[in-house]
């Protein structure tokens, strides 16, 4: 049922009217009376009989005769709501869409035949052509596949699952983004032919995606291909299920129980025994982990691959060099940056600019004394907007023409943070005969201008160019590297890696960090799976994620604790915390051993089941949680 009540996470029994006999049937929408409601709910099973020994009620109405929850769906989300304490409800809600009724009354398609391509381009990859062989021979292998710098992986993705439904089973293929899935769209209709897959995101609106939810529903479409409710999706005889990019942060869903789409695809794998494919330019903890115990192989390139696909990878020591370089130019470019960034636009080839933030100056600090510089209203952070501006407060919009630092009384602010829009502004002044575009999450390019051109832009949304950049410039890297989170290295260098990974051979990546990092280290060899080995190694060795589970509660003062305080002493928790939220709130971690992740979420589901029925006040649970911070 479509209730939000923990203490009601269970199936409840229902007989079925004569009049609805023909209707209904495992995966309906339905509606029945609860208590003094109706309440919307599916059909997860018909039975001739029932446990239930008190008086049971009747069906009130059928919706819809369309099933939507196939019995493959239902395990599924019950799996994952177990994973992640959380609701079979809540789950529902994240992978089935709204109902459209004039889409359930199209007439159905046919279930069009899927050739199998050439497997040519795997052969670039260690046992990446055993892969396919596997697909193609209905096994279900799993894999941690790192693609080589300007690899077309939309392409790829789209040959492993041309594979699988050319031997008669389903894919799913999750992105991160819409632009990611458009690009993965376009390659799976010049693979496949069209009408052979369908789309699922947001994005699309809910009759285009009730639409094509219906046609994988009905197996009109045996590969579906989407954003993280895509994970999913209703693809009966599943043989592959992919993820792209496992690192991104998009892949996590915003409402409860917080999924990740890696984990429920690989949920999904183990529950229909399906190949699975993690790939991405870079390589996850959670993926090297994968590899480590032996669930999935490590698909690479060999090092001559490597050498002749990546640009030439150049660190340029810290931000302090910049200052001791005379001949860096007016953009903060070092002289070998500037050098690649010149040659590149001599041969008509554009140039990439990667700054961590958008905006102008996004921080700013006192030019005296270094203290960052807060609202005189709220205390928030100031920032600038342009040139010869006075700052401006990002909380509250004060604008602080009379700014006095509170430490020392100077009045003037230096830049912690530059933004894409200052840089592009400095990088005019150093090239003033080129384009310059910018490419930020609120506005995004989606493809770079043709010839000679410097296009600046924030991490994710770096366009590609036509034959890859001649060029890759990885400014401001400190502050990727000193963010206060257990994920900085590793997200930096995912966002290095897929930058670096949109320019040519023969190019030129200038990464300004000291190349005695470990991150850059990895950068510069093209080796995420060692960076990946060597973080899981302290992680383990420091007790953190994914070696060990965490479960994060927030809630009013006192509330995570007193759940804290009833668990079983035999289950080895570790309280860390609390900390404050705010004045009225607060947030505790748990830690437990990886075996006992399963254990803790049922502590945890069971509990918030019962302070609900106590009317206790909620706390928010989320296992695995992102940040631990």
């Known amino acids: 049922m479509d209730q939000p009540l923990p203490q009601l996470d269970k199936l409840f029994d229902y007989l079925i009217p004569e009049d609805f006999a023909a209707q209904v049937r495992p995966g309906c929408r339905v509606k029945v009376r609860f208590g003094r409601r109706k309440l919307s709910g599916y059909v997860i099973a018909l039975k001739p009989s029932t446990d239930f020994t008190g008086k049971l009620l009747w069906l009130s109405e059928v919706v819809s005769p369309e099933p939507v929850v196939s019995p493959e769906i239902a395990r599924l989300a019950r799996a994952v709501a177990d994973r992640y304490a959380g609701t079979l409800a809540d789950v529902l809600r994240l992978a089935i869409p709204e109902r459209r009724v004039k889409v359930e009354a199209e007439q159905r398609g046919e279930t069009l035949p899927v050739a199998a391509p050439s497997s040519a381009h795997w052969k670039r990859y260690n046992a990446g052509e055993a892969f396919l062989r596997a697909l193609r021979e209905t096994k279900s292998p799993k894999a941690v596949w790192n693609a080589l710098p300007g690899e077309d992986w939309p392409a790829r993705l789209a040959e492993a699952a041309a594979v699988t439904a050319a031997a008669g089973r389903g894919a799913v293929l999750v992105v991160p983004d819409q632009d990611d899935l458009d690009r993965l769209d376009a390659a799976l ?173 996004p921080a700013v600090s006192c030019q005296r004394c270094r203290t960052r510089a807060a609202c005189p209203n709220c ?67 989606d493809s770079a201008p043709d010839g000679a051109a410097v296009v600046v832009a924030t991490p994710g949304v770096e366009p590609p160019a036509p034959g890859g950049y001649g060029a890759v410039l990885l400014l401001d890297t400190w502050a990727l590297l000193t963010r206060a989170e257990l994920t900085a290295s590793e997200e930096a260098l995912r966002r290095w890696m897929n930058a670096v990974a949109l320019g040519r051979p023969g190019g030129t990546a200038v990464v300004v960090a000291d190349g005695g990092l470990a991150v850059v280290q990895a950068l510069m060899r093209w080796d995420p799976a060692w960076f990946a080995a060597r973080e899981l190694q302290e992680r383990s060795e420091l007790g953190f994620p994914p070696v060990m589970k965490f479960a994060a509660m927030t809630g009013p003062n006192g509330e995570a604790e007193k759940i804290a305080a009833d668990l079983p002493s035999d289950l080895g928790a570790e309280v860390i915390g609390p900390i404050p939220v705010d004045e009225r709130s607060e947030r505790l971690l748990l830690r437990v051993r990886r075996r006992d992740g399963a254990a803790l979420a049922s502590i945890l589901a069971k509990a918030t089941a019962e302070r609900a029925s106590a009317k206790a006040e909620p706390v928010r649970i989320q296992i695995d949680p992102r940040e631990i911070a």
């Open 379 to 445: 205390s928030g952070p100031l920032r600038l907007l342009g040139a010869r501006r006075a700052p401006v407060c990002g909380w509250c919009g004060t604008v602080a023409e009379d700014f006095r630092c509170a430490e020392c009384g100077s009045s003037r602010v230096r830049a912690v943070v530059i933004g894409a829009e200052r840089t592009a502004e400095e990088l005019a002044q150093a090239f003033p005969d080129v384009a310059i575009v910018e490419s930020t999450g609120m506005n995004r390019l």
């Open 189 to 361: 209709e010049a693979v496949l032919g069209p009408d052979r897959h369908v789309t699922l995101s947001a994005q699309l609106g809910p009759t285009k995606r009730y639409r094509s939810f219906l046609k994988a529903a009905r197996g009109e479409a045996r590969i579906v291909a989407g954003t993280r409710a895509a994970a999913f999706a209703p693809v009966d005889d599943l043989g592959l299920v992919a993820i792209w990019d496992d690192g991104d942060e998009s892949h996590v869903d915003r409402h409860a129980p917080y999924p990740h789409a890696r984990e429920v695809l690989l949920t999904r794998a183990n529950l229909v025994n399906a190949a699975c494919l993690v790939g991405g330019y870079g390589r996850t903890p959670q993926a090297q982990l994968l590899v480590e115990t032996e669930w999935a192989v490590s698909l690479t390139a060999p090092r001559d691959e490597i050498r002749s696909a990546t640009p030439r990878i150049v660190p340029v020591g810290d931000e302090s060099d910049l200052e001791r370089d005379p001949s860096g130019g007016t953009a903060r470019l070092p002289t070998i940056a500037w050098e690649a960034a010149r040659n590149a636009l001599a041969k008509d080839q554009s140039v990439l600019v990667q700054v961590p933030r958008r905006g102008y100056v």
